[in-house]
């Protein structure tokens, strides 16, 4: 008999999301792997009551189809919202997605031929690779900050190029303002799109926020520039509203409108509803400062521990913002895919660097996240891992 077969692209992915769900079983686990927020921080009452009156007052916008793009409302709270003198947004500027992960999925839908190429910020998040594999993409790995790195000669011939500006996913970084203008220039110069992807902009523990490279984009017009921006309410109010948006030329908002719907028709309406009531009424705003100070201590609580224990094995930056710190080993020896598999024996799971690497090589590299879990039980996750990693390098033998 023969047996029914999948695309080919299903053989290309990785298998850490299957060991990430199995590792959920492991008891006692410290799960500082995923980019998980605290549940805690998520403002059930206000949400709950939102949801209960937008359902009984306007049942044919909440619980009906909505436009495939979005309600006009909600694309409009959106374009207010991002709008700078320098840059008018109107409604045709704005899809409403179902979370930045469809959006991700969209771009790679409108933009990417079969093997085209991308020139992604490097590592990159796992999520785009995801959603991009089934195109089979051919990747222009950007180290931006790195000596030499050349903008133009990135993005020439590019379908586009991604970069995530704030507090990157996975490694924590902050590109500099003149980078984020440099990149800008590139995109104007090789008429290449440059997707700014953001859901961590307002994740920022130090500094005041630098300005978006959408906004660098604004020439005081309507705006029809070449920087598409993706934004979410997953890390400002909730993952599971699923709520996300572009910003973008007209052409670009109407491309992936006809992409959305052959994907999932519309976004909820009663999601999109909940977002919209709270935006109005303030809520998203008002829970950020707690969600900073949260965040913050945990950051801090997990550097002060990785200073303890893992300072003499792993080299690492304390991330400006975000969720996750970015490790890599000091010796060479030591390959964080397989550490993956004692980190969990030993109680604790990490994001091994190689499913953040478009080329897919990087064995030396390690994600950490510290916004899911309280300091005590970050101490005890570093403890766990430094165990592990002692416990592979014992098992390399002694270094040359
Ligand atoms: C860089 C980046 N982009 C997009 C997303 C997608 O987020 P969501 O689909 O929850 O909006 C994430 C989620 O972690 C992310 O880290």
């Given at each position: 008999m023969t047996v029914p077969a999948f695309a080919d692209?299903?053989?290309?992915?990785?298998?850490v999301t299957e060991v990430f769900l199995a590792a959920g079983?492991?008891?006692d686990l410290i799960n500082m792997a995923g980019g998980l927020?605290?549940?805690?921080?998520?403002?059930v009452a206000e949400i709950a009551d939102l949801a209960a009156r937008v359902v009984h007052d306007d049942p044919a916008q909440a619980l009906g189809y909505s436009p495939i793009a979005g309600l006009p409302a909600l694309r409009d709270a959106i374009a207010a919202r991002f709008s700078t003198p320098d840059l008018p947004l109107g409604r045709d500027n704005v899809l409403i997605t179902t979370g930045g992960m469809q959006a991700l999925d969209l771009l790679g839908k409108v933009l990417?031929?079969?093997c085209g190429q991308i020139a992604a910020q490097?590592?990159?998040y796992l999520g785009a690779l995801d959603a991009w594999r089934p195109r089979a993409p051919a990747y222009r790995p950007m180290v931006l900050?790195?000596?030499?790195?050349?903008p133009v000669a990135a993005l020439r011939g590019a379908a586009f190029a991604y970069t995530v500006?704030?507090?990157?996913?996975?490694?924590g970084r902050l590109v500099g303002t003149a980078e984020r203008a440099a990149l800008l220039e590139a995109a104007r110069q090789t008429g290449t799109w440059l997707v700014e992807d953001d859901p961590?902009?307002?994740?920022?523990?130090?500094d005041a926020p630098l300005p978006r490279i959408l906004s660098l984009a604004?020439?005081?017009?309507?705006y029809d520039g070449p920087v598409i921006y993706l934004g979410t309410?997953?890390?400002?109010?909730?993952?599971?509203?699923r709520i996300g948006w572009v910003i973008a030329a007209p052409r670009m908002i109407a491309a992936l409108t006809t992409a959305k719907q052959g994907s999932d028709?519309?976004?909820s309406g009663l999601c999109q509803m909940i977002a919209l009531r709270a935006f109005e009424h303030g809520l998203v705003d008002r829970i950020q400062p707690q969600v900073r100070d949260l965040y913050r201590s945990r950051r801090d609580a997990l550097c002060a521990a990785m200073d303890r224990h893992l300072s003499g094995v792993l080299d690492w930056q304390v991330p400006r913002g975000g969720m996750f710190v970015w490790a890599t080993a000091?010796?060479?020896?030591?390959d964080t895919d397989g550490l993956l598999r004692v980190a969990l024996e030993h109680g604790v799971c990490i994001a091994p660097g190689s499913v953040f690497d478009p080329l897919g090589v990087d064995r030396r590299s390690l994600r950490i996240n510290?916004?899911?879990?309280p300091p005590d039980r970050l101490v005890e996750g570093t403890r766990r891992l430094a165990g592990a990693i002692s416990a592979c390098l014992a098992a390399c033998g002694p270094s040359l």
């Open positions: 692209w299903m053989s290309q992915t990785n298998d079983q492991i008891p927020p605290e549940p805690t921080l998520w403002p990417l031929e079969p490097s590592p990159t900050g790195a000596n030499g790195f050349d500006p704030n507090f990157s996913n996975p490694t961590y902009g307002t994740l920022c523990y130090d604004g020439t005081g017009g309507a309410l997953s890390k400002e109010l909730a993952p599971g509203l028709m519309c976004t000091r010796d060479p020896r030591l510290f916004t899911l879990n």
